[in-house]
């Protein structure tokens, strides 16, 4: 008797085009989902359990073309299967749908609070994250959770995401050198994860006084008559 593979006739993320060829028209599209996956990095160094997707399709419909967020985070799926990566997130090859879904909002509008929104509930990501750091009046930042097919916006800055482990908010920090307010992970304390230039600096200015209290030691011990050189 012949087995049947339903699985086996869907293409597989290998044929299926890797992106929808739309260009940013915000660097910050880009930038704000790679600071996340890079804090993600430094969050969980031993895990390999995750994956977080920048600009990437996935598709979810072998007939549709695939969605594509700025950013998106699943949980319990391979981090990488090779060298070569992944070319786009396949729910029939990865068979976990992404806990987290992130839109930055652009001046050219793309339906982040309509359309997209409406998207992503009927196929049921957990959280939908939107940044329009355009606003004034309203939150910039806002963080849906699915209840009953239906998003509810959660309140806090940052809000905590107890599927995940982590909390999200938004906060003034340097970047690749760039000082302004960006989105970061925090722990259950509402600490936020430090990038690693933030972390290099820290450590310079905690040696450059380590270096400052030994020269005030030296110097003390030369008032007393003590040359620092002979003690060691």
Same mark, same amino acid.
């Given at each position: 008797?012949?087995? #049947?593979? @339903?699985?086996?006739?869907?293409?597989?993320?290998? =044929?299926?085009?890797?992106?929808?060829?739309?260009?940013?028209?915000?660097?910050?599209?880009?930038?704000?989902?790679?600071?996340?996956?890079?804090?993600?990095?430094?969050? /969980? @160094?031993?895990?390999?359990? /995750?994956?977080?997707?920048?600009?990437?399709?996935?598709? #979810?419909?072998?007939?549709?073309?695939?969605?594509?967020?700025?950013?998106?985070?699943?949980?319990?799926? =391979?981090?990488?299967?090779?060298?070569?990566?992944?070319?786009?997130?396949?729910? /029939?090859?990865?068979?976990?749908? @992404?806990?987290?879904?992130?839109?930055?909002?652009?001046k050219t509008y793309r339906g982040e609070y309509s359309t997209k929104k409406v998207e992503y509930a009927r196929l049921g990501f957990l959280y939908y994250v939107v940044y329009n750091p355009f606003r004034r009046r309203k939150p910039r930042l806002e963080v849906y959770k699915l209840v009953n097919?239906? #998003?509810?916006?959660?309140?806090?800055?940052?809000?905590?995401?107890?599927?995940?482990?982590?909390?999200?908010?938004?906060?003034?920090?340097?970047?690749?050198?760039?000082?302004?307010? /960006?989105?970061?992970?925090?722990?259950?304390?509402?600490?936020?994860?430090?990038?690693?230039?933030?972390?290099?600096?820290?450590?310079?200015? =905690?040696?450059?006084?380590?270096?400052?209290?030994?020269?005030?030691?030296?110097?003390?011990?030369?008032?007393?008559?003590?040359?620092?050189?002979?003690?060691?």
């Amino acid at each position: 008797m012949l087995n #049947y593979d @339903p699985l086996a006739c869907l293409p597989s993320s290998e =044929e299926l085009p890797d992106s929808d060829d739309t260009p940013v028209d915000n660097e910050l599209q880009d930038l704000i989902p790679g600071l996340l996956k890079a804090l993600l990095a430094m969050a /969980w @160094p031993e895990r390999m359990d /995750w994956f977080f997707g920048v600009d990437m399709g996935i598709y #979810y419909d072998p007939d549709l073309p695939a969605i594509v967020p700025d950013g998106f985070l699943s949980l319990g799926v =391979e981090r990488f299967y090779d060298e070569n990566l992944r070319p786009s997130y396949v729910l /029939w090859e990865e068979k976990k749908l @992404p806990i987290l879904a992130l839109e930055v909002v652009s001046k050219t509008y793309r339906g982040e609070y309509s359309t997209k929104k409406v998207e992503y509930a009927r196929l049921g990501f957990l959280y939908y994250v939107v940044y329009n750091p355009f606003r004034r009046r309203k939150p910039r930042l806002e963080v849906y959770k699915l209840v009953n097919n239906v #998003y509810e916006l959660h309140d806090g800055n940052p809000v905590w995401l107890p599927e995940i482990g982590l909390g999200i908010g938004i906060e003034r920090g340097t970047y690749l050198g760039i000082p302004r307010e /960006w989105i970061y992970w925090y722990n259950q304390q509402g600490q936020r994860f430090l990038t690693a230039e933030e972390d290099k600096k820290i450590a310079q200015q =905690e040696a450059q006084q380590a270096q400052q209290e030994v020269q005030v030691l030296r110097e003390r011990l030369r008032s007393l008559g003590i040359d620092p050189d002979s003690l060691t």
